[in-house]
């Protein structure tokens, strides 16, 4: 893949994602809206430096350097939600957790029990497909040091807030990938409507949490995870069995079948 340069980006708009993500009717909707977003200028800046000096092993790659959309289909019963894009992978490679360790961790044990054609993520339009789930975050640019601020997850939210609300008639189960989510997520999911315990549930490794909406009509259960970052793996804070046990049952309380 040969670099070059982009084209011309769109003009941010007024409150934007706030004025544009609830106008979007479809996941393909608001996955074409999100790479548009300019709205946090530190990611920005960020994200597009990364693109400039990248890294020796791409330096023959175009560089998304844009926001990430989520990715999988629209009626995935169940979602995973982790962190944001990493610098060299998916704003390299413009598809979640793609490209980099965490995405080679994830995938191959999405893989590994059914929910994920092939093993490995390498780039858009590698093939890949996701059977019953969704993955998205709920910031959509590289951070620094993989830390956004609170500023940045709160401006970045509309954007997850629409993704799940489009999502919710066939959602069953969120798997929570680390703490950072898990918090990012709750008022989320509290201002769809959803009832939450008190004191609100604290992030852990298997932990489940089976929330109700107000009606008493649906149901909605959340699994944490630890994050599979390469500093987790490599710690064996999570290791692979234990990211595989964890999907599986994510899948299983969605109703998906597993291997």
């Not at 932990?207 to 793996?233: F, I, K, W």
């Amino acid at each position: 893949m040969s670099a070059s340069s982009d084209s011309a980006r769109p003009e941010e708009a007024p409150g934007f994602p706030a004025a544009v993500a609830p106008r979007a009717a479809t996941t393909a909707e608001l996955d074409a809206a999100v790479p548009a977003c300019r709205a946090c200028p530190r990611l920005v800046a960020w994200r597009e430096e990364a693109a400039r000096t990248k890294r020796k092993a791409f330096l023959d790659w175009e560089y998304w350097a844009r926001p990430v959309p989520g990715f999988g289909p629209p009626d995935a019963p169940l979602a995973l939600v982790g962190l944001a894009p990493a610098a060299h992978g998916g704003n390299r490679t413009g598809r979640v957790f793609t490209g980099d360790p965490s995405g080679d961790a994830l995938f191959a044990a999405l893989h590994d029990i059914g929910l994920a054609s092939q093993p490995t993520a390498t780039h858009r339009g590698d093939g890949m497909e996701l059977h019953g789930v969704r993955i998205t975050m709920p910031v959509h640019c590289a951070p620094p040091a993989n830390r956004p601020t609170t500023a940045e997850r709160d401006r970045c939210r509309p954007w997850l807030a629409r993704e799940l609300e489009l999502l919710r008639p066939a959602l069953r189960t969120v798997v929570v990938l680390g703490g950072f989510a898990w918090q990012a997520l709750l008022p989320v999911l509290a201002d769809a409507g959803w009832w939450l315990p008190r004191p609100r549930p604290a992030f852990g490794h298997g932990t489940e949490v089976l929330l109700g909406d107000a009606q008493g009509e649906a149901e909605l259960r959340l699994v944490g995870c630890y994050h599979p970052s390469r500093r987790n793996m490599f710690t064996r804070t999570v290791t692979p069995g234990m990211l595989r046990e964890v999907l599986r049952r994510g899948a299983e309380t969605a109703g998906l079948p597993t291997r």
